[in-house]
T-cell receptor, first 111, second 111 residues
Framework: SQTIHQWPATLVQPVGSPLSLECTVEGTSNPNLYWYRQAAGRGLQLLFYSIGIDQISSEVPQNLSASRPQDRQFILSSKKLLLSDSGFYLC??????????FGPGTRLTVT | GDSVTQMEGPVTLSEEAFLTINCTYT??????LFWYVQYPGEGLQLLLK???ADDKGSNKGFEATYRKETTSFHLEKGSVQVSDSAVYFCALSDSNYQLIWGAGTKLIIKP
């Protein structure tokens, strides 16, 4: 069966520091991968999606970037965090192109 | 463009009450429809789905019917439990295989 991992689970970082969040999927090949952000008490905002290695689309202009160095690995990065980057970051995968399956999320607090 | 509208929350019910969370959509074509559930501090879980008109998705006592004539996909459960307290998201798949999300409805069940 397929599983999705995200780490770290929680992170507290100062403003201006770099960021790297990692997501890996097991048990499937060539998945579509997604990064979402969820602000406190709010809905989901799609940040990036990828249909293959080095094929990444950005949905929202910001100081975040994403990379997919391997088929089942998706990384979210920033060179300098802003206070507004705080939130709950969710990675998801899909193979049918329809339903998506989510990881446990990373709670990021920028101080 | 495509969109999903959910009833605003929070919705507060007593245990064993009947639940309805309204969801309506606008879309070109014939999207698949989904309900996801998010428990506190966790990622989203796919609760149920329907892929064509008049389909009924069901899982864990929850049901939703794809109504093309009213462009709706309301979530129902006959008898809610405290453990059903969570945020529920309605979503549809667009022509680009992305999910369009509702804002989420927080459900609070009191014992």
């Amino acid at each position: 069966s397929q599983t999705i991992h995200q780490w770290p689970a929680t992170l507290v970082q100062p403003v201006g520091s770099p960021l790297s969040l990692e997501c890996t999927v097991e048990g499937t090949s060539n998945p579509n991968l997604y990064w979402y952000r969820q602000a406190a008490g709010r809905g989901l905002q799609l940040l990036f999606y990828s249909i293959g290695i080095d094929q990444i689309s950005s949905e929202v202009p910001q100081n975040l970037s994403a990379s997919r160095p391997q088929d089942r690995q998706f990384i979210l990065s920033s060179k300098k965090l802003l206070l507004s980057d705080s939130g709950f970051y969710l990675c998801a995968w899909s193979v049918t192109g329809y339903e998506q399956y989510f990881g446990p999320g990373t709670r990021l607090t920028v101080t | 463009g495509d969109s999903v509208t959910q009833m605003e929350g929070p919705v507060t019910l007593s245990e064993e009450a009947f639940l309805t969370i309204n969801c309506t959509y606008t879309a070109t074509g014939y999207p698949s429809l989904f309900w996801y559930v998010q428990y506190p501090g966790e990622g989203l879980q796919l609760l149920l789905k329907a892929t064509k008109a008049d389909d009924k998705g069901s899982n864990k006592g929850f049901e939703a019917t794809y109504r093309k004539e009213t462009t709706s996909f309301h979530l129902e459960k006959g008898s809610v439990q405290v453990s059903d307290s969570a945020v529920y998201f309605c979503a549809l798949s667009d022509s680009n295989y992305q999910l369009i999300w509702g804002a989420g409805t927080k459900l609070i069940i009191k014992p």
